[in-house]
């Protein structure tokens, strides 16, 4: 079965510290990995993806994320964090083998940047 | 803006009444799917349509549950007999079918429904 986990609930961070926000994931197929952000009263907007190449994959507003198929991990970094980073992050995985497409998120991580 | 657009944002109703939702994906997206997101979890995949065929339903889509999408454009949640466990935010995204299916799904606002 497909599943993924986001094990911190929340995560704090100072602003202009760097920021991980971890997920792993378990798929049957080849994974393609997610990562969305909500804020709120919004509904969620794509950050980055990864399907195949480089492990590194960089997104929007500075994000980046890091594939380690061995850990199946995917986890959510930026350099230096901003006050306005502060929302609700997602990660999702579609199965390669999955003909619906849909995906599978995680039950979330509440980033919180501090000034 | 030609975003994903859900209407209404908000809907109060009460146990037992009947309730429906659309959704009008981006214009040239024909992958159309639906998503259940209550408090504290991530979103649950409810349905998906590929142009006017819907082709995966979720266990979670019991037989009180309808969706359409006619003429493969926007898009009908329908809940019959509403019950107070139906309280969440639905989420309706889309995606563009292109070279290797990879494309992202895009997210519109959602519809808060609360059943009294």
């Known amino acids: 079965a497909q599943s993924v986990a986001q094990p911190e609930d929340q995560v704090n961070v100072a602003e202009g510290n760097p920021l991980t926000v971890k997920c792993t994931y378990s798929?049957?197929?080849?994974?393609?990995l997610f990562w969305y952000v909500q804020y709120p009263n919004r509904g969620l907007q794509f950050l980055l993806k990864?399907?195949?190449?480089?492990?590194l994959v960089k997104g929007s507003y500075g994000f980046e994320a890091e594939f380690n198929k061995s850990q199946t991990s995917f986890h959510l970094k930026k350099p230096s964090a901003l006050v306005s980073d502060s929302a609700l992050y997602f990660c999702?995985?579609?199965?390669?083998?999955?003909?619906?497409?849909?995906?599978?998120f995680g039950s979330g991580t509440r980033l919180l940047v501090r000034p | 803006d030609t975003g994903v657009s859900q209407d209404p944002r908000h809907k109060i109703t009460k146990r037992g009444q009947n309730v429906t939702f659309r959704c009008d994906p981006i214009s040239e997206h024909n992958r159309l799917y639906w998503y259940r997101q209550t408090l504290g979890q991530g979103p649950e995949f409810l349905t998906y349509?590929?142009?006017?065929?819907?082709?995966?339903k979720s266990r979670l889509l019991s037989d009180r549950f309808s969706a359409e999408r006619p003429k493969g454009s926007f898009s009908t949640l329908e809940i019959q007999r509403t019950e107070q466990g139906d309280s969440a935010m639905y989420l309706c995204?889309?995606?563009?079918?292109?070279?290797?299916?990879?494309?992202?799904?895009?997210f519109g606002p959602g519809t808060r429904l609360t059943v009294l």
């Open positions: 990864y399907i195949t190449g480089d492990n």
């Open positions: 999702a995985v579609r199965d390669g083998r999955d003909s619906s497409y849909k995906l599978i």
């Open positions: 349509f590929q142009n006017e065929a819907q082709l995966e």
């Open positions: 798929v049957s197929g080849n994974p393609y």
């Open positions: 995204a889309s995606s563009l079918r292109g070279a290797g299916d990879y494309n992202e799904q895009f």
